[in-house]
């Protein structure tokens, strides 16, 4: 799709590029480790984040690996660690701070016409403090890892495991600060820093998305970090709050941990549908159905996710009128969250479809989501929960939501702005190719765990009854082809770097401010301040036409 | 007075203002985080006040009554002295706020001493949990739960006390004398005052919790 401008588009060329881009501007390794650029700082965490995703992904692979056969390989007590620490980095050290943290840090400012963050030290302190924590867990896994599940359960983790707990707990807790610091940046941006023109109504959907985790993230993490500060001080001193000898309340930790941690799955999950509400009108040619609703929809998950937490503990001995509240506020949470795949599915309707690698995995989003969803609605249904409720129907449920859903939007993210982050074109068959495989390997694994969960299977068991060995089979070879797909981009992306065509300054012919500037952008993102004068989102697909943020038209 | 002239605007902003615009929201959206943060240890005290109302009441009569109210009424009067300070610097008399910035911090101090003083009577009293607790007459096993929450929650509060004083310093010696808060500019300055006024709001809510609740 390459541009070719008529009259009035002399301007999506930069003609001369005055100052250097922020890739070659200061080559030295303290220009990076103490750069406040928001680019440089979203690379430093894409780093990071990727380190993590493969280290959460090999513990992922010995489960599967020992799940393969009903005695399994793996001592029952090291498979305990593996998916304890599994869970404790995937969620925090990757899907928590995924999208937000790199093409958030990246692109809301330039979506919304900044030269940077509101606090560019603070955004580099964000990136200290999640190594620090990062740096503890790996400590807490190397010394042994912690066998509590990634929930950390009172009693069982104060008094009765063994394994490091307290380090855990604290990088959980050190975490927190990171992401506290990372929202506090976005809220403060998108509230102040929005460029003339730029109204709320404006804004890029991924940015509404970003505002609405940040203010999840802001309001739920707090809690997590009195939470497991309270663990911590009662690990470490053998007395707390959560202990029943002294009348201390086991039930309380899990309140407080759901509180933050169902909320974590919106933190997951809404920077996905702003990364796919990008996505779909661009490579479908049309404006998003439904801007408003989607704006409303956002903000109406981000707040029915802080009254749905016990939804976790329908069977730990909460009341039953509790019960059939929180189970009734969970149903109301399918209304936003359908609301968005109806837009997203009329927003194809009479577009001119482009299926490109960042379409097919924002296709495979909306169809792994909607799974995903509906069997949350399952789940969320107290007779049925009971009978669900701990095992491997839960773990597909919500590996459809956070793997499914939200790495596909992580890796369309990726492809779409891989243009624009590094100036090279990836190539195009290789992805598609990466993006069908990523859908086929992971409904494989994990379609497979929820005839087994149906079937009875419970959650966090080394071993199984050697009548579940195929469906147990099946879920591991999908897993191994999952892992293909996730590896495969880490190659031609990697190779692209070097060897791949110079990106265009907007190769997919998209509307956002972040195209009309030069691939890779230059230090302080724009010369001069942008001018908003049309909403986002302006794809005409019949006159193959298109008008950016700013106003210009562009032929396809 | 003070050249506040020579402070620019960071790249990021079109001028002071916006800037100085930008760190009060700043400041503000970061309290709405610390508000929760406190507010869910108030909680767990609460969950635990309503179900164990005896014992706790027991528990907390061997709380230093006079100790948290002296401190209350430092803690409201650096408030003031904070809000004054910030007040001269915005109208450019440099040399009052100097001072007032000093009474803020000594006032600070003297909470933490005053502070450091009544951890020394809870010791000699026997009810530091786990190092040296002893369970009075009528508080059960669910008095070291209010003892826990008083440990917790007071060391919290005092670890932030020490930010803010560290903060203040680093106003009175790098910012100020450097002649980067006068008239013009001052927004540094306000964002460690209202970050101090929540410091001292934090002690509003848990005095009572504490000292006051359940003693008659």
Redesign the interface.
């Given at each position: 799709m390459s541009v070719t401008t008529v009259e009035r588009a002399a301007s999506v060329e930069p003609p001369a590029r005055s100052q250097p881009s922020y890739l070659t501007s200061g080559n030295t390794i303290a220009s990076w480790l103490l750069t406040r650029d928001h680019k440089r700082i979203a690379l430093l965490f894409l780093a990071s984040i990727t380190f993590y995703f493969f280290i959460g992904g090999i513990a992922a692979t010995l489960m599967r690996l020992n799940l393969a056969t009903p005695q399994g390989l793996l001592q029952p007590a090291v498979y305990n660690r593996m998916f304890t620490m599994h869970g404790i980095i995937m969620v925090w050290f990757f899907l928590i701070p995924s999208i937000p943290t790199t093409f958030g840090n990246f692109f809301v400012p330039l979506m919304i016409g900044a030269r940077d963050l509101a606090f560019p030290r603070v955004n580099l302190a964000s990136w200290y403090v999640f190594n620090l924590s990062g740096l503890v867990v790996l400590y807490a896994l190397i010394m042994g890892g912690a066998d509590t599940g990634w929930t950390f359960y009172t009693p069982l983790s104060t008094v009765y495991a063994n394994g490091y707990v307290f380090a855990a707990a604290m990088a959980v807790f050190i975490n927190g600060f990171s992401s506290i610091m990372t929202s506090l940046n976005f809220i403060v941006t998108i509230h102040r820093m929005r460029a003339p023109g730029m109204t709320w109504m404006r804004l890029p959907l991924f940015v509404w998305a970003i505002y609405a985790v940040s203010i999840v993230m802001l309001t739920a993490t707090p809690v997590l970090a009195m939470d497991t500060f309270l663990l911590a001080v009662e690990r470490f001193i053998g007395v707390g709050l959560f202990d029943p000898n002294h009348g201390g309340d086991p039930l309380l930790w899990q309140h407080m941990f759901w509180f933050y941690s169902h909320p974590a799955v919106y933190i997951m999950i809404l920077p996905a549908m702003g990364v796919v509400s990008e996505l779909i009108p661009c490579f479908a040619r049309r404006p998003i159905f439904g801007y408003s609703g989607m704006t409303i929809a956002l903000m109406s998950l981000a707040i029915l996710s802080f009254f749905v937490w016990a939804h976790h503990m329908f069977v730990a001995g909460i009341s039953i009128y509790a019960g059939i509240v929180f189970s009734l506020m969970t149903f109301f949470v399918a209304v936003p969250s359908a609301i968005k795949v109806f837009n997203w599915t009329v927003s194809l309707h009479k577009g001119s479809i482009v299926f490109d690698a960042p379409m097919l995995y924002a296709l495979g989003f909306v169809l792994l989501f909607t799974v995903g969803g509906v069997t949350g609605l399952m789940l969320a249904t107290l007779a049925v929960d009971v009978d669900l409720h701990g095992t491997y129907f839960v773990i597909a449920h919500f590996h459809y939501i956070m793997v499914g859903a939200t790495v596909s939007a992580f890796f369309g993210a990726l492809h779409y702005w891989w243009p624009k982050i590094t100036g090279r074109l990836y190539p195009e068959m290789w992805a598609r190719f990466a993006a069908i495989l990523t859908y086929v390997g992971f409904n494989l694994t994990f379609f497979p765990q929820f005839i087994l969960g149906y079937l009875g299977m419970a959650r966090r068991s080394y071993t199984y009854p050697a009548v579940w060995q195929s469906w147990n089979l099946l879920s591991s070879a999908g897993a191994s082809i999952l892992a293909v797909a996730y590896v495969l981009p880490l190659l031609y992306l990697g190779w692209s770097l070097f060897r791949g065509l110079k990106a265009t300054a907007n190769p997919w012919g998209a509307t956002g401010l972040e195209w009309t500037i030069s691939s890779p952008p230059p230090k302080h993102n724009f010369e001069r301040t942008p001018v908003v004068v049309t909403e986002p989102y302006c794809y005409d697909p019949e006159r193959h036409t298109f008008v950016t943020q700013e106003g210009v038209l562009h032929d396809e | 007075m003070t050249n506040s002239s020579s402070v620019a605007p960071?790249?990021?902003f079109?001028n002071l203002e916006?800037q100085g615009?930008?760190a009060q929201?700043?400041i503000w959206?970061?309290l709405?985080?610390?508000t929760?943060?406190?507010?869910?240890?108030i909680f767990?005290y609460f969950?635990?006040r309503i179900?164990?109302p005896q014992?706790f009441a027991a528990a907390a009569k061997d709380a230093v009554l006079w100790c948290g109210s002296v401190n209350l009424a430092i803690l409201l009067t650096s408030s003031l002295t904070m809000v004054l300070a910030i007040n001269a610097g915005a109208q450019g008399r440099r040399q009052e706020m100097v001072t007032l910035l000093i009474v803020t911090a000594a006032l600070g101090c003297a909470f933490l001493l005053i502070k450091g003083y009544e951890y020394y009577l809870d010791f000699q009293d026997h009810v530091v949990?786990?190092v040296d607790f002893a369970t009075k007459p009528g508080e059960?096993?669910?008095g070291?739960?209010f003892w826990?929450?008083y440990w917790?929650a007071t060391g919290l509060h005092a670890i932030h006390l020490m930010i803010g004083i560290a903060l203040v310093l680093y106003m009175l010696l790098w910012r100020i004398r450097r002649g980067e808060i006068g008239s013009a500019y001052y927004a540094p300055l306000e964002v460690v005052g209202i970050y101090w006024s929540f410091v001292d709001v934090v002690w509003l809510f848990l005095y009572p919790c504490i000292y006051l609740v359940g003693r008659s």
């Open positions: - | 960071e790249i990021q079109a916006q615009d930008t929201l700043g959206v970061f709405v985080n610390e929760i943060f406190f507010g869910a240890l767990t969950v635990y179900s164990y014992e949990p786990v059960g096993s669910a070291e739960l826990i929450f917790v």
